[in-house]
């Protein structure tokens, strides 16, 4: 990677942000948290990451109505989106897809999924 891409890391769980963070960095990219779905708006004013990792369940703004509002904006309806989420029913699966996501990850996850996802998303080459 010339240029560093940068991650949004959305979870109201610190320590699932504290371990995608991690594993993000050790790869190269650089990471921005958020903790709630409003916070996810503040940020992308400051800096478009290059992907959007989040979960469904956060406070205040859950993960579909931020996933529906990203996709619904011009300025944003191009960032890639991940759901990593606990909710592993088909209809949430299928719900996310509809809503605009571009792929689905279930908790608990391993790395190499979260990396796989990414790596398919922004079109980088297995390292």
């Known amino acids: 990677m010339d240029e560093k891409k940068t991650i949004m890391v959305v979870d109201d769980n610190p320590d699932i942000v504290t371990i995608v963070k991690t594993i993000l960095e050790g790869r190269g990219y650089r990471v921005q948290c958020a903790y709630s779905g409003l916070e996810v708006f503040t940020l992308l004013e400051e800096q478009r990451p290059d992907l959007i990792i989040l979960d469904i369940m956060l406070p205040q703004m859950d993960g579909l109505e931020v996933l529906t509002k990203v996709k619904g904006t011009p300025d944003t309806s191009s960032i890639p989106v ?3 989420t606990a909710k592993v029913q088909y209809e949430d699966v299928l719900g996310g897809y509809k809503l605009g996501a571009d792929y689905y990850i279930t ?3 391993t790395s190499t999924q979260l990396i796989n996802g990414i ?4 079109g980088e080459g297995k390292s």
Do not use: D, V
């Open 107 to 109: 908790k608990p996850f």
């Open 82 to 84: 991940i759901l990593l």
């Open 119 to 122: 790596n398919l998303l922004l």
